[in-house]
């Protein structure tokens, strides 16, 4: 949903140029579903009640979801055990979903630290179109606030059209812009990447082997997202995508525009997930109508991959385990016959990571995964690492906002079990790393600055 | 370690407020600041124990055969654990992303080994904060208004030792006793004796 959303629009993007295609990728509405699939909204939804059927009981469409906090509310009885169960995967599953965030927090923040083609200004997005370069400090307000605007507005119009072209079925459409994104993502800025991290180190290297080496990264990334590939590897890849995406947002967002947008972002992601009328959440319902799952290749799994498939209807079962992904097909059928339009989704669904939804498609039998979508990953990535570039508290800003947004991740991914039903995982986090990063930037940095120049400990 | 930086970004909004209306800064004034920040960092370990208390609840009344499947003292540990973790990053990064770069220890007069010192206070701060954390869950639990007294007088001992820096052996000798004797005292709180080490290396022998 969300995070379909927002794939769906950056892919446009990137079709004009490519401070547009940086753009439209950024935006995507963050649909993150904490729990269950907040991003992925409807579509994880239908499979995990499915799956939990299979594995509970027809009704225990909670379990399903409950991928994060595993604190279970439940009420008969009989289902003590069930929550325990829930209850101990719930916390294996916030655990697998802190490894992978932190993975892209601490690859956005190494390059950060080390490349300086980052942290240079070499101007903006289109969707950005005021500069922040006045004198006064009201002007420069207005202008953030302007490009807020913009940005918010693009999305919104993005995300509209992504759930229109949904409603009506134009999956060839969608299908073709994911994939178009992803091509974008995955050769040009890899190939930008890996140009900046060899000048940084001095490294030399030909064309040649520039040329093989992106052409092999770039094709198996193609493969592992849209169609079938290792769990891991297709883990390892979306992150990667995120990483790049929020490094990109990172250098091309003024300063204060993108605390603005950051703040903007997660108000948005709170109406569009939870408002009766909210574009994500019309996506989601829509892909719950007709039980299809939703597009994988925008989210992060954190169990089985189910979502990458091939859109297939019938290839459901992606395997049991986290392993590979042949033979599930059988095991997956059974569990969850309605729910295979997740394969199709996928397919559709690539390029433009910007919000990939994790979804923790379960295993077949107790094991839920949850899903996060990759506009969460992006988000939380430019939030720290905007805090390694431009805090002049150094490490110390960077720690405590990252350890904000895991706590808000781990709250979230609670009141997902509370609920049940997709959260957006964007507000508490980015709310609480905002927090954190003004607060530790001026108040902290000066303490304990004077604090270590006495050696002193508290 | 949410809750740590929780305390510490109220000591900091204490101590910026208190130098901003006095207009100056002063050693008084960072002691002050030094105490606020001990005290509060206690009483969030107490906040961290009372919702811990109520998950260890929730978890027992959820489990089938009523006992949690993480016990008090795993939580303990834990939580003193992160404290010191976080404690000891926040107060070590900085020093360690300076040391990586060019420069030369103490030049303008200050003592050369601050770094070594450095490593070796960091590396007691996180191990009496782990033990901290062990005894004051402890003494929370039973009600021993002692054992938190102790623990906020040597945490607040601790932070006024390390006042006597650059003079190195007032302050990391009595700071490493101190650690020694904590990290006794939670030892037997947890529950260990001499008979169990003992035990411990006699079973591991006896596997051989």
């Not at chain 1, 379909?4 to 940086?22: A, G, Y």
């Not at chain 1, 027809?58 to 829930?86: D, H």
């Not at chain 1, 073709?176 to 890996?194: A, D, K, N």
């Not at chain 2, 960091?122 to 039973?142: N, P, Q």
């Amino acid at each position: 949903m969300i995070t379909f959303m927002n794939n769906s629009d950056s892919e446009e993007e990137p079709c004009n140029e490519r401070t547009s295609l940086m753009s439209a990728e950024s935006p995507p509405v963050p649909s993150y579903q904490d729990g269950p699939q907040a991003s992925e909204g409807g579509e994880a939804q239908a499979h995990r009640k499915r799956r939990a059927g299979s594995s509970r009981g027809p009704n225990n469409v909670a379990g399903g979801e409950m991928s994060g906090s595993g604190v279970p509310v439940r009420e008969s009885a009989l289902e003590n055990e069930e929550e325990e169960l829930t209850l101990k995967y719930g916390a294996k599953h916030v655990i697998m979903l802190f490894v992978p965030v932190t993975l892209c927090m601490i690859v956005v923040v190494a390059t950060i630290k080390s490349v300086r083609f980052y942290t240079e200004k070499n101007g903006q997005l289109i969707y950005t179109p005021f500069s922040e370069d006045t004198p006064s400090v009201g002007q420069r307000l207005l202008n953030s606030v302007l490009n807020t605007i913009v940005m918010i507005s693009v999305i919104i119009v993005m995300t509209v059209f992504l759930v229109l072209l949904y409603k009506y079925r134009c999956y060839k459409f969608i299908h073709g812009w994911l994939i178009l994104s992803s091509l974008m993502l995955l050769f040009l800025f890899t190939y930008i990447y890996l140009g900046e991290v060899l000048k940084t180190y001095n490294v030399a290297m030909d064309y040649p082997t520039l040329f093989i080496v992106i052409w092999n990264f770039g094709a198996v990334g193609m493969i592992c997202i849209h169609w079938k590939g290792p769990l891991q590897l297709q883990q390892a890849y979306l992150i990667m995508i995120s990483a790049l995406m929020a490094l990109v947002f990172i250098k091309y967002l003024p300063e204060w525009s993108a605390w603005v947008i950051l703040g903007a972002i997660s108000i948005y992601d709170l109406m569009a997930v939870l408002c009766p009328k909210g574009p994500l959440r019309m996506l989601v319902e829509t892909a719950q109508e007709r039980n299809e799952p939703i597009f994988p290749a925008l989210i992060y799994s954190s169990a089985m991959m189910w979502t990458v498939g091939m859109a297939k209807p019938d290839t459901a079962a992606r395997g049991p385990s986290q392993q590979t992904w042949d033979a599930a097909e059988d095991g997956r059928e059974h569990l969850r016959s309605p729910s295979h339009a997740e394969s199709q989704m996928s397919e559709t669904r690539s390029p433009v990571p910007t919000r990939p939804v994790s979804s923790l498609e379960e295993l077949e039998e107790e094991e839920r995964g949850v899903k996060l979508g990759l506009g969460d990953f992006i988000f939380y990535s430019v939030l720290v690492g905007k805090a390694a570039a431009t805090a002049s508290g150094d490490w110390n800003t960077t720690l405590a906002c990252f350890v904000a947004i895991l706590i808000g991740l781990c709250l979230t991914l609670l009141l997902l079990a509370v609920f049940k039903k997709a959260l957006p995982a964007l507000p508490i986090s980015i709310t609480f790393g905002l927090i954190f990063y003004f607060s530790t930037d001026n108040l902290v940095r000066p303490f304990m600055d004077t604090l270590a120049s006495h050696q002193l400990y508290i | 370690a949410f809750f740590w930086l929780l305390s510490l970004l109220a000591a900091s909004l204490l101590w910026f407020v208190s130098v901003q209306l006095s207009g100056r800064e002063d050693a008084a004034l960072l002691q002050l600041g030094a105490a606020a920040a001990v005290l509060l960092q206690e009483l969030c370990r107490f906040a961290c124990f009372k919702i811990l208390k109520k998950v260890d609840e929730g978890l027992a009344t959820l489990s089938e055969d009523g006992r949690s499947p993480i016990s008090l003292r795993q939580m303990a540990y834990v939580s003193g654990l992160s404290f010191g973790i976080i404690s000891g990053a926040f107060s070590i990064i900085n020093i360690l992303v300076d040391s990586a770069g060019p420069g030369t220890v103490g030049i303008h007069g200050d003592s050369p080994y601050y770094f070594i010192t450095s490593a070796f206070l960091t590396m007691a701060l996180v191990l009496l904060h782990t033990f901290w954390g062990v005894i004051f869950f402890d003494a929370c639990e039973r009600r021993h208004a002692g054992g938190l007294g102790l623990v906020v007088g040597s945490h607040l001992l601790t932070s006024g030792l390390t006042f006597l820096n650059p003079w190195y052996e007032a302050s990391l000798g009595p700071i490493f006793i101190l650690t020694l004797c904590t990290g006794l005292w939670a030892f037997g709180t947890a529950g260990g004796s001499f008979h169990n080490v003992l035990k411990c290396l006699s079973c591991k022998g006896g596997q051989d």
